[in-house]
């Protein structure tokens, strides 16, 4: 049974370019939630989707922007990239029934903006 | 506001001994409370949770959590620590009061527990 699965695994990118990071949720899942994390900082939540929408969104600008297909995989955008959004971007599946449910997260993306 | 406080940065424990880490938390409702465990260059890896029930929880590796509703506290704590263990643990909250059952998880900043031999 695969995990939550996150690509690239590393990615280095230059201020003011955008990137593209994916995730593929558990096995079973339907909601797939992002979550950055700065160095020495716990996870801060970026916006969560479930059924295609976004559902919640975190205190992030509008230069973060993602996407959830039929098959529950998400996508996060992030457009004119800034230093400090150099980061490791966690993606975590649940099923959303449980309220209870812990959240299934995946090894991350580490994002360097050069 | 909803918030997770970890007052040590740092725990260091021989191993075999007992080992604490600290979480308090503040919601405005009641708690759904979390740990998680972080190997360098990994995601988290869920522990344990407390839902509702018993005050003490037992969850992976032998870990075990005690909440405290009064103190709102949920302490981790094993009673005999490994090497092994060593990794960065968070603890979260989850405020299901807040009319959605999908509620995002809010993290403390980490507590970084090393055992030595």
């Known amino acids: 049974d695969a995990g939550v699965t996150q690509s690239p695994t590393h990615l280095i990118k230059t201020r003011g370019q955008q990137v593209t990071l994916r995730c593929s949720p558990k096995s079973g899942h339907d909601t797939v939630s992002w979550y950055q994390q700065a160095l020495g900082q716990g996870p801060q939540f970026i916006f969560q989707?479930?059924?295609?929408?976004?559902?919640q969104r975190g205190n992030f600008p509008d230069r973060f922007s993602g996407h959830q297909f039929p098959n529950y995989s998400s996508e996060l955008n992030v457009n004119a990239l800034l230093l400090g959004d150099s980061a490791l971007y966690l993606c975590?599946?649940?099923?959303?029934?449980?309220?209870?449910?812990?959240?299934?997260f995946g090894n991350g993306t580490r994002l360097t903006v050069t | 506001a909803q918030s997770v406080a970890q007052p040590e940065d740092q725990v260091n424990v021989a191993e075999g001994n007992p080992l604490t880490v600290k979480c308090t938390y503040s919601?405005?409702?009641?708690?759904?409370l979390f740990w998680y465990v972080q190997y360098p260059n990994r995601g988290l890896q869920f522990l344990l949770k407390y839902i509702t029930g018993d005050n003490l929880v037992k969850g992976s590796y032998g870990f075990e959590a005690e909440f405290n509703k009064s103190q709102t506290s949920f302490h981790l704590k094993k009673p005999s620590a490994l090497v092994s263990d060593s990794a960065l643990y968070f603890c979260a909250v989850r405020d299901i009061n807040r009319g959605s059952t999908l509620g995002r998880l809010y993290f403390g900043r980490g507590t970084q527990l090393t055992v030595w031999p």
């Open positions: 919601v405005s409702g009641n708690p759904y």
């Open positions: 989707y479930y059924e295609e929408e976004e559902r």
């Open positions: 975590a599946s649940s099923f959303r029934g449980g309220a209870n449910s812990p959240l299934h």
